[in-house]
């Protein structure tokens, strides 16, 4: 019996020392952080945050309540726990944020933190931190919202759509991306899973254009008003002017200072019109140099408002096995197959009462030796003032009256050319051959009703069925020049994209600049640069 009690004594007394040892254990844990790290109490590091909290923080930091319920979204998917401190203090991949949200020149934008000053303290050793733990925690977690929103979204959908774009926008989980942040901090420099490729080529031209006007090298070209033309073999000290300026944009690979213009300055001229859309020739007008006289700073908001663009498109969208992307200011088509460009082509698109509107669809089936079947606005303004001139003209035209409208049979003059590309669409455009071929070389080729005249429709259309052994090219011929309308329907949806940047970056890293034809750039360059930090 004095056994059974003595063993009850010892256990019990075993467990009024684990209990004691645990106590003491969590002082002497906190006593240890608070002398290894004086700044901080150790408590501090292991901060739990709770929506109390963080409704707390946004009342005391006003200016960055936009950001609340994307904050409240991050610790909610970490059970509420610390993301930016740990057992040491501030995580290292702070550092890299707070170094990039210093540096967002960088990325084409104007932006400024709200509070920039109190998460300056976090980082600035020299300076006194009175920032309490969950101060430091929240800030930084809003100063990554604020970077993510900026650089990987761009401004809101609804913003996006009132100035007429409807291409699908990404998807962004900021707290995905934070994850892939944390696990590879390489991200923060490039990511294109997040980000379109063309951001980057963009981001790349925007620093050296930044040098070039920090260095001062954008000179202006001064034109004699008697010369309305410079041609080869000339010499002027404009010629002088020209050939610096095509040495500084890398249309030439040095400047020989040379004022007669020879076949090394022929070269840098075909450089720069084939780069910024004019046709390929020697020729230099007042025009040309006009282009070349608009200050840097412009192309450099240009470069800026394009960047803004691309963080609006989900980088999938070039994924595709096979693709068409139209952009607008350059008249250009290009259908992608397994990442090569299998054709490119000049086209017309909507003039600036017609604007052809910016989206993606899916081509679904082509229309050879097509009816065109014209829209109801171009019978009223066009065709009735024409047939009261004229009461052949339907005859004349190839036009009938069918179901009471008007359509034009296929054939030679049908305005739809030999073939049309259909794909879903509110506006009702599609894209679709053209009989006029010459009016493709012009160098201004916005003078559709919204539809795209592809100069290449033809060899489009052989590219996409090139695969398709039930469209054999004999078969295909035949129906286009049948004068029958004829239907094919593709075994597999082709998406089409029809964008609108007034500059691209090639693949070989060469930029080019378009003319911006609807007026667009100035719209958007007025809601990115507004000032949003108040």
């Known amino acids: 019996m004095k056994n059974v009690v003595l063993s009850i004594a010892l256990l019990l007394f075993s467990f009024s020392l684990v209990y004691a040892y645990h106590t003491n254990a969590k002082k002497i844990t906190n006593t240890y952080f608070a002398q290894t790290f004086p700044k901080y109490k ?19 930091y006003p200016n960055l309540k936009k950001y609340k319920s994307d904050v409240q979204i991050l610790y909610k998917k970490r059970d509420y726990n610390s993301i930016w401190l740990d057992g040491k203090g501030v995580i290292e991949f702070s550092n890299l944020l707070y170094s990039k949200v210093n540096q967002l020149e960088e990325e084409g934008l104007l932006s400024r933190f709200a509070y920039k000053e109190r998460t300056d303290l976090i980082f600035n050793k020299k300076t006194p931190n009175n920032l309490t733990t969950t101060e430091t925690e929240l800030l930084l977690s809003a100063m990554y919202i604020f970077y993510a929103k900026k650089v990987y979204k761009g401004i809101d959908i609804e913003k996006i759509r009132e100035i007429g774009w409807f291409l699908p926008t990404k998807n962004l989980s900021y707290e995905t991306l934070l994850d892939s942040l944390l696990a590879d901090p390489e991200l923060l420099d490039k990511n294109e899973k997040q980000l379109f490729s063309q951001y980057y080529k963009l981001r790349t031209v925007l620093k050296k254009y930044r040098q070039i006007e920090q260095n001062g090298d954008w000179n202006l070209i001064v034109r004699d008003s008697s010369i309305l033309e410079y041609k080869p073999g000339d010499d002027s000290r404009t010629i002088g002017q020209i050939r610096q300026r095509l040495a500084v944009t890398g249309d030439l690979e040095q400047d020989s200072k040379s004022n007669l213009y020879d076949e090394d300055l022929m070269t840098g001229i075909l450089n720069f019109k084939k780069r910024n859309g004019y046709k390929p020739d020697y020729i230099i007008t007042s025009s040309h140099i006009q282009r070349m006289n608009i200050p840097i700073e412009n192309y450099i908001k240009t470069i800026m408002v394009n960047m ?117 669409s ?61 239907t094919c329907i593709l075994k597999k949806k082709i998406p089409v994209h029809i964008g609108y940047f007034t500059t691209w970056v090639n693949d070989s890293g060469e930029v080019s600049f378009f003319n911006d034809i609807y007026q667009r750039d100035d719209r958007l360059a007025e809601l990115l640069f507004s000032d949003d930090t108040k």
């Open 42 to 60: 150790a408590e501090r590091y292991f901060v739990k945050i709770d929506s109390s909290i963080i409704s707390r923080f946004f009342k005391t």
């Open 308 to 424: 803004e663009r691309c963080r609006w498109i989900a980088p999938e969208l070039t994924k595709a096995e096979e693709y068409i992307i139209i952009n607008i200011p350059s008249f250009k088509l290009i259908y992608k197959r397994n990442g090569i460009t299998e054709l490119e082509s000049n086209v017309f698109v909507g003039g600036t009462m017609n604007e052809t509107v910016i989206f993606s669809s899916n081509i679904s089936h082509l229309i050879f030796s097509p009816y065109w079947n014209i829209p109801t606005s171009i019978v009223q303004s066009e065709i009735k003032t024409a047939m009261d001139r004229d009461k052949n003209y339907l005859a004349d035209n190839d036009m009938e009256y069918n179901k009471g409208r008007v359509r034009q049979k296929p054939g030679p003059k049908n305005l739809l050319g030999k073939v049309k590309f259909m794909f879903p």
């Open 426 to 486: 509110a506006s009702d455009i599609y894209l679709h051959d053209s009989p006029a071929k010459s009016l493709f070389d012009s160098e201004y080729r916005a003078y559709s009703h919204g539809c795209i005249n592809v100069n290449k429709a033809q060899e489009l259309a052989y590219l996409i069925l090139k695969n398709d052994k039930d469209w054999p090219a004999d078969r295909i011929k035949k129906a286009m020049d049948g004068g029958k309308e004829t």
